[in-house]
């Protein structure tokens, strides 16, 4: 059974930082996509950052230059370092895993499986 484990949210001032960690087990993700989603109450689940396959970075315009994607050496386990964290990157993070052809990365339907989330809270 592939399972997804988040760590890392919490509470930090504006201007701080963070780094999310997610831990996939039952399969081997090298030749996945592992990324990162979030999503806010009333709103729909909105793409962050993926690794895609391993290979190349893709990140939303709104964290392109504060967040940084990584996989672990292991390529099981897939980070997001949150550096200069605004107020509105205030969400309910998840950890996500499947095989998107590159044209979508950014669907979360096309990711099978996710992890539990995980809160980061960034207070003004």
């Known amino acids: 059974q592939v399972q997804l484990v988040e760590s890392g949210g919490g509470l930090v001032q504006a201007g701080g930082s963070l780094r999310l960690s997610c831990t996939g087990s039952g399969s081997t993700f090298r030749d996945y996509s592992m990324g990162w989603f979030r999503q806010t109450p009333g709103k729909e689940r909105e793409f962050v950052a993926t690794?895609?396959?391993?290979?190349?970075?893709y990140y939303a315009d709104s964290v392109k230059g504060r967040f940084s994607i990584s996989r672990g050496s292991d390529k099981n386990t897939v980070y997001l370092q949150m550096d200069t964290l605004k107020p509105e990157d205030t969400a309910v993070y998840y950890c996500?895993?499947?095989?998107?052809?590159?044209?979508?990365?950014?669907?979360?339907?096309?990711?099978?499986?996710w992890g539990q989330g995980t809160q980061v809270t960034v207070s003004s």
């Open positions: 996500a895993a499947g095989r998107p052809v590159l044209s979508s990365i950014r669907d979360p339907d096309l990711y099978l499986h």
């Open positions: 690794s895609f396959r391993s290979t190349h970075t």
